[in-house]
């Protein structure tokens, strides 16, 4: 990546040219190159994650499980959830583009610990060796959610590997929360104020609350399930007098709030993103801010709607349901309000407000199926199916994974002083769009007709929607493959982007592209109010464009 | 039930069209109608209380009615009307083994009547599964040490998908069976046939045969509490404290006695943990039922050669205590090792 830039005659230093070779980057504490090998790195996990979609789907073309062995099939869905879940989709957005963002939307130099951000990617890396080592000394069955007693007893696969893995990445998680948090309390640029900070600040801040807070619980709870399995200590097993629904609760006390740490960063993207595009500031600033920090403290009060059917009290189920559906508000208000700020805007559709679109109308089924699962009645039934499957995948594809799509073409030009091509560009959202409605759309329909999930072979009448599914997903491979090349393609070939191409608001903007080391020739000063688009569009005072 | 579900899914089903339809079709319009050509200057808004109040407080009505509606379904799935028929399950790895009240035992299919209330009482003898049967919009977990339990009402005669629904290992897609829904009459003729006893009378085999008879005796000179009509119905415990004799108090009682003490009794039953098979504790627990509503009678403490085996129980997960047949507690022999490490 970075070699395509030197090539191209750099006339001014910026972070990518100020220092070559390879200990340049593996030593660096710059926060922008930090992002970009995280960018490198879940990329890479990213397809491989996606490669393991692949076979999943492909085997499920017929109803015999003839494709692989049912073992094989096994260790495909938990190795796609591991690698999708804690390699790919807990970091994407908050340590590729929380990262490279954070300082540069608050005028700072970096992120206040810059050495924790790179022993952050080190952890990571290491997290995720340990899971590579579990996938290449047979792989892993668990599932990605490890439950007890299986987990601890009776699979034969490399589980204590895997929870190392999983262990280590979850503190790159917890340093990378605890930069944001720390930066965007101390290290806001003179006069910017809270009420003046970018949503996608106050989005990652609500993030990285909940990464400080959760991750630590799952560590734990891996731990517990390593001294199980080697120790056979007694916790979650019931024949060593422990119990299998602790496991539970621990372990989605971290993982609904991770939920969030996958769709929060997405949301804060979409609200810079619909704003730009439309040129307005978002409707509802404040709601739409708050809403994260209401969704950041209600999720992680609704771990038990995971549990409903297993065994729990059904006061207990009622009281999670209740409150479960407390949390579907928030959503509801951030999707109204970026609905509302299109209405007399000023509206074009480059690639990453098609992306926002798609964003909007996938997030919104997503989140209104949860709505169906939280009705503790019809979970009993589709729990544990493919309606769940597909809920899911609404909610971290076609939110999480469409989101990371519209921030990394949003931001790409300022990454790399480059644009990518639109028209490749805005065939691949499309192709995203079709193709992500076509494999997961049929799920919620199996799901309904009773299919369960992690099936490896099923009764024929489910078939026909099964062929639609995977055909669908390799249209989303397509779409998900041209990026890849395009972008690629744009750092030696694509058109100099400048400091500012969509004249967008927000400090990241008012520096060079790519931007110097340290981001800002001198610290800016902020007097205006975030999202100042009447400002840039020269009806009032104008802003100050560096670079 | 299912048409309960279904209305509710329904009903749901058009709340959230209706919003994916209404956001789309905002978004669709305002995307055209101020698109840069026709709109080149955005008009800044920032905001509207009362938007924000309307577009927070509608959704916030809606949810609430959805929650009271499914909140009164979940009611009736999970509360099983008095009077309902019991049929005993145990989960393994990657079977469904069922134990009817009449005597019938089966695997990987479940007779059961039209007609009728039918709950499910259930455990797993290795790792969690999870009862599912989507025509009847039931499912619930089936767990290692303890019991759990859901209900139907069939309706129609036929073969219904049984599915296990929480992920159990390798053949986790191969453990499925049939629930066969008869005629009452059909179902009737079915259980009585060629059954050499109730569950109940296997339970009181049992019973006899671990020596239970030595101190739970019916007169009130035992060791241990009198069990006629004990199930059901309130118990005081040691601490003052009350729990209700259900199913899995008895088998609390009996896997580990000294969880609970009825007051006035010493904590001196050991554990048959290890040592009874699921199939042998739920034989215990059906019969101690029996004894609670008067089916059945406590034996007279003495022992007697036990003739009764267990026809469907796998020979490999009888425990090293089932050969000894004498009416003495046997001795405490090595822990049942667990099923999947075969």
Same mark, same amino acid.
Not at chain 1, 119 to 140: E, H, K, N, Q, V
Not at chain 1, 402 to 408: M, V
Not at chain 1, 473 to 482: K, M
């Given at each position: 990546?970075?070699?395509?830039?030197?090539?191209?005659?750099?006339?001014?230093?910026?972070?990518?040219?100020?220092?070559?070779?390879?200990?340049?980057?593996?030593?660096?504490?710059?926060?922008?190159?930090?992002?970009?090998?995280?960018?490198?790195?879940?990329?890479?996990?990213?397809?491989?994650?996606?490669?393991?979609?692949?076979?999943?789907?492909?085997?499920?073309?017929?109803?015999?499980?003839?494709?692989?062995?049912?073992?094989?099939?096994?260790?495909?869905?938990?190795?796609?959830?591991?690698?999708?879940?804690?390699?790919?989709?807990?970091?994407?957005?908050?340590?590729?583009?929380?990262?490279?963002?954070?300082?540069?939307?608050?005028?700072?130099?970096?992120?206040?610990?810059?050495?924790?951000?790179?022993?952050?990617?080190?952890?990571?890396?290491?997290?995720?060796?340990?899971?590579?080592?579990?996938?290449?000394?047979?792989?892993?069955?668990?599932?990605?959610?490890?439950?007890?007693?299986?987990?601890?007893?009776?699979?034969?696969?490399?589980?204590?590997?895997?929870?190392?893995?999983?262990?280590?990445?979850?503190?790159?998680?917890?340093?990378?929360?605890?930069?944001?948090?720390?930066?965007?309390?101390?290290?806001?640029?003179?006069?910017?104020?809270?009420?003046?900070?970018?949503?996608?600040?106050?989005?990652?801040?609500?993030?990285?609350?909940?990464?400080?807070?959760?991750?630590?619980?799952?560590?734990?709870?891996?731990?517990?399930?390593?001294?199980?399995?080697?120790?056979?200590?007694?916790?979650?097993?019931?024949?060593?007098?422990?119990?299998?629904?602790?496991?539970?609760?621990?372990?989605?006390?971290?993982?609904?709030?991770?939920?969030?740490?996958?769709?929060?960063?997405?949301?804060?993207?979409?609200?810079?993103?619909?704003?730009?595009?439309?040129?307005?500031?978002?409707?509802?600033?404040?709601?739409?801010?708050?809403?994260?920090?209401?969704?950041?403290?209600?999720?992680?009060?609704?771990?038990?709607?995971?549990?409903?059917?297993?065994?729990?009290?059904?006061?207990?189920?009622?009281?999670?349901?209740?409150?479960?559906?407390?949390?579907?508000?928030?959503?509801?208000?951030?999707?109204?309000?970026?609905?509302?700020?299109?209405?007399?805007?000023?509206?074009?559709?480059?690639?990453?407000?098609?992306?926002?679109?798609?964003?909007?109308?996938?997030?919104?089924?997503?989140?209104?199926?949860?709505?169906?699962?939280?009705?503790?009645?019809?979970?009993?039934?589709?729990?544990?199916?493919?309606?769940?499957?597909?809920?899911?995948?609404?909610?971290?594809?076609?939110?999480?994974?469409?989101?990371?799509?519209?921030?990394?073409?949003?931001?790409?030009?300022?990454?790399?002083?480059?644009?990518?091509?639109?028209?490749?560009?805005?065939?691949?959202?499309?192709?995203?769009?079709?193709?992500?409605?076509?494999?997961?759309?049929?799920?919620?329909?199996?799901?309904?007709?009773?299919?369960?999930?992690?099936?490896?072979?099923?009764?024929?009448?489910?078939?026909?929607?099964?062929?639609?599914?995977?055909?669908?997903?390799?249209?989303?491979?397509?779409?998900?493959?041209?990026?890849?090349?395009?972008?690629?393609?744009?750092?030696?070939?694509?058109?100099?982007?400048?400091?500012?191409?969509?004249?967008?608001?927000?400090?990241?903007?008012?520096?060079?592209?790519?931007?110097?080391?340290?981001n800002f020739e001198e610290t800016p000063v902020v007097t205006w109010e975030a999202y100042n688009y009447d400002e840039i569009d020269g009806t009032t005072k104008g802003v100050e464009v560096a670079g | 039930m299912a048409g309960h579900v279904d209305a509710l899914y329904f009903a749901l089903v058009a709340m959230a069209?209706?919003?994916?339809?209404?956001?789309?079709?905002?978004?669709?319009?305002?995307?055209?109608?101020?698109?840069?050509?026709?709109?080149?200057?955005?008009?800044?808004?920032?905001?509207?209380?009362?938007?924000?109040?309307?577009?927070?407080?509608?959704?916030?009505?809606?949810?609430?009615?959805?929650?009271?509606?499914?909140?009164?379904?979940?009611?009736?799935?999970?509360?099983?009307?008095?009077?309902?028929?019991?049929?005993?399950?145990?989960?393994?790895?990657?079977?469904?083994?069922?134990?009817?009240?009449?005597?019938?035992?089966?695997?990987?299919? $479940?007779?059961?009547?039209? @007609?009728?209330? %039918?709950?499910?009482?259930?455990?797993?003898?290795?790792?969690?599964?999870?009862? =599912? +049967?989507?025509?009847?919009?039931?499912?619930?977990?089936?767990?290692?040490?303890?019991?759990?339990?859901?209900?139907?009402?069939?309706?129609?005669?036929?073969?219904?998908?049984?599915?296990?629904?929480?992920?159990?290992?390798?053949?986790?897609?191969?453990?499925?069976?049939?629930?066969?829904?008869?005629?009452?009459?059909?179902?009737?003729?079915?259980?009585?046939?060629?059954?050499?006893?109730?569950?109940?009378?296997?339970?009181?085999?049992?019973?006899?045969?671990?020596?239970?008879?030595?101190?739970?005796?019916?007169?009130?000179?035992?060791?241990?509490?009198? $069990?006629?009509?004990?199930? @059901?119905?309130? %118990?005081?415990?040691?601490?003052?404290?009350?729990?209700?004799?259900?199913?899995? =108090? +008895?088998?609390?009682?009996?896997?580990?006695?000294?969880?609970?003490?009825?007051?006035?009794?010493?904590?001196?039953?050991?554990?048959?943990?290890?040592?009874?098979?699921?199939?042998?504790?739920?034989?215990?627990?059906?019969?101690?039922?029996?004894?609670?509503?008067?089916?059945?009678?406590?034996?007279?403490?003495?022992?007697?050669?036990?003739?009764?085996?267990?026809?469907?129980?796998?020979?490999?997960?009888?425990?090293?205590?089932?050969?000894?047949?004498?009416?003495?507690?046997?001795?405490?022999?090595?822990?049942?090792?667990?099923?999947?490490?075969?």
């Amino acid at each position: 990546m970075e070699t395509a830039i030197q090539n191209t005659e750099p006339k001014k230093k910026n972070y990518l040219n100020a220092d070559y070779g390879v200990m340049s980057w593996l030593l660096t504490t710059d926060h922008k190159r930090i992002a970009l090998l995280y960018l490198g790195s879940i990329t890479l996990f990213f397809f491989l994650g996606g490669f393991f979609a692949m076979l999943i789907r492909l085997e499920l073309l017929t109803p015999a499980g003839d494709l692989v062995l049912s073992d094989t099939y096994n260790k495909l869905f938990t190795m796609h959830g591991v690698v999708m879940i804690f390699l790919f989709l807990i970091p994407s957005i908050p340590a590729v583009f929380g990262n490279f963002l954070v300082p540069m939307m608050i005028g700072a130099k970096d992120l206040a610990f810059p050495k924790l951000n790179l022993a952050s990617w080190y952890l990571y890396m290491a997290g995720a060796g340990f899971i590579m080592y579990a996938i290449l000394t047979g792989g892993l069955d668990t599932g990605w959610t490890f439950y007890t007693p299986y987990s601890t007893t009776y699979s034969n696969t490399n589980v204590v590997s895997a929870a190392i893995g999983v262990f280590i990445v979850g503190f790159s998680s917890i340093f990378t929360g605890l930069n944001i948090m720390v930066t965007v309390h101390r290290m806001r640029a003179p006069g910017l104020t809270w009420q003046r900070l970018p949503l996608f600040i106050w989005a990652h801040y609500a993030t990285s609350v909940i990464m400080v807070l959760g991750t630590p619980v799952l560590a734990i709870t891996i731990v517990l399930v390593a001294l199980e399995r080697i120790f056979h200590f007694g916790i979650f097993d019931a024949r060593l007098g422990g119990d299998p629904l602790l496991f539970q609760h621990l372990f989605w006390f971290y993982s609904h709030p991770a939920v969030y740490i996958m769709i929060l960063p997405s949301m804060a993207v979409i609200s810079e993103v619909i704003a730009c595009f439309s040129r307005k500031r978002p409707f509802g600033y404040n709601f739409i801010a708050m809403s994260s920090v209401a969704i950041a403290v209600l999720g992680f009060l609704v771990w038990a709607h995971h549990m409903f059917v297993a065994g729990i009290s059904t006061y207990a189920a009622m009281i999670f349901s209740l409150l479960t559906f407390f949390v579907a508000i928030p959503s509801a208000v951030k999707v109204f309000n970026w609905t509302a700020t299109l209405y007399k805007g000023s509206i074009t559709f480059e690639t990453p407000m098609l992306y926002a679109f798609a964003f909007i109308g996938l997030f919104t089924i997503g989140g209104l199926t949860g709505v169906f699962l939280g009705a503790v009645g019809i979970d009993l039934h589709v729990t544990d199916t493919y309606f769940v499957v597909a809920h899911f995948h609404y909610v971290m594809v076609g939110g999480g994974v469409t989101g990371f799509l519209c921030a990394l073409h949003f931001w790409w030009p300022k990454m790399t002083g480059k644009m990518y091509p639109e028209s490749f560009a805005k065939l691949s959202a499309v192709l995203v769009f079709l193709g992500f409605n076509l494999t997961f759309f049929p799920q919620f329909l199996l799901g309904y007709m009773g299919m369960p999930r992690r099936y490896h072979a099923y009764p024929p009448e489910f078939q026909v929607l099964n062929v639609l599914s995977t055909a669908g997903a390799s249209i989303l491979a397509v779409g998900f493959l041209l990026p890849m090349i395009y972008l690629a393609w744009s750092l030696r070939y694509g058109k100099d982007a400048g400091p500012n191409p969509y004249r967008a608001a927000g400090l990241e903007w008012q520096t060079v592209s790519p931007p110097t080391t340290f981001n800002f020739e001198e610290t800016p000063v902020v007097t205006w109010e975030a999202y100042n688009y009447d400002e840039i569009d020269g009806t009032t005072k104008g802003v100050e464009v560096a670079g | 039930m299912a048409g309960h579900v279904d209305a509710l899914y329904f009903a749901l089903v058009a709340m959230a069209a209706f919003f994916t339809f209404l956001v789309s079709a905002l978004i669709l319009y305002f995307a055209i109608r101020y698109r840069k050509e026709r709109s080149p200057q955005a008009t800044q808004i920032h905001g509207s209380t009362a938007l924000e109040l309307i577009w927070t407080g509608i959704p916030l009505g809606i949810v609430m009615i959805i929650f009271v509606w499914s909140s009164i379904i979940f009611f009736m799935q999970t509360r099983p009307p008095k009077g309902a028929m019991e049929v005993y399950t145990v989960g393994k790895q990657w079977m469904w083994k069922f134990q009817h009240t009449e005597g019938q035992r089966e695997i990987n299919e $479940l007779h059961v009547p039209s @007609g009728r209330d %039918v709950r499910m009482i259930m455990t797993s003898q290795d790792v969690i599964h999870s009862f =599912y +049967v989507p025509a009847f919009r039931i499912k619930a977990d089936v767990l290692p040490g303890r019991y759990t339990s859901t209900w139907f009402h069939a309706t129609t005669p036929g073969r219904y998908h049984l599915f296990c629904a929480e992920y159990c290992g390798t053949q986790h897609s191969g453990m499925i069976g049939e629930v066969v829904v008869m005629e009452p009459a059909d179902y009737d003729r079915w259980a009585a046939g060629g059954v050499d006893g109730s569950l109940a009378s296997s339970g009181e085999k049992t019973f006899q045969q671990y020596g239970c008879s030595m101190c739970h005796r019916g007169d009130a000179a035992g060791r241990g509490p009198n $069990l006629v009509g004990v199930f @059901g119905h309130p %118990v005081l415990l040691d601490d003052g404290r009350t729990v209700t004799a259900d199913e899995s =108090y +008895v088998r609390e009682s009996i896997l580990n006695p000294g969880a609970k003490i009825a007051s006035g009794f010493k904590n001196i039953m050991p554990t048959f943990e290890g040592q009874l098979s699921e199939e042998e504790v739920i034989g215990l627990v059906a019969y101690v039922k029996a004894l609670g509503n008067g089916t059945a009678n406590l034996p007279i403490p003495v022992s007697e050669p036990n003739s009764g085996d267990y026809p469907l129980a796998p020979k490999a997960e009888s425990s090293a205590a089932k050969s000894d047949k004498t009416a003495t507690p046997p001795a405490k022999t090595e822990p049942a090792k667990p099923a999947a490490k075969q």
